[in-house]
């Protein structure tokens, strides 16, 4: 499996007023590394064929991130696509080594041209589960 990190901190947009980064930014910051993760390892005609869209999200929340706080994200793609869908891992790491916030999302590609949904091509799906 090929992961993929991203390191964020959080900013002073990111909180809410419990003084700690908001769920909603959460969701926003694990679609941000999943995307990157995408244009990081997909062969430009892919990322250029193909788009994706989230159908589900499961987060666990275990900690909190306060403003200037820096978390490092690590995401992979565990198993190989059901038909037009694969799930996507990620969690959020402190600088004390805790984990802040565990995810599993689904993801389902989409062709660009015809604007629906395919099964995942195999040359697509290859390089993230290396």
Do not use: C
């Not at 900690?63 to 994200?73: F, H, I, K, L, R």
Request: net charge negative.
């Amino acid at each position: 499996m090929a992961s993929y990190t991203a390191t964020i901190t959080a900013g002073p947009e990111d909180i809410d007023e419990l003084g700690h980064v908001n769920n909603a930014v959460w969701v926003k910051w694990i679609q941000d590394v999943a995307v990157a993760h995408w244009y990081a390892v997909a062969a430009p005609e892919h990322s250029d064929a193909y788009m994706w869209v989230v159908t589900r999200h499961e987060i666990d929340y275990r900690g909190n991130v306060t403003e200037g706080e820096t978390v490092v994200a690590e995401t992979w793609v565990p198993e190989p696509p059901r038909g037009a869908r694969f799930d996507r891992h990620m969690k959020f790491t402190g600088a004390d080594g805790k984990v802040r916030v565990e995810a599993k999302t689904t993801w389902a590609i989409i062709d660009r041209a015809s604007g629906r949904l395919i099964r995942v091509p195999a040359e697509v799906a290859a390089p993230f589960l290396q």
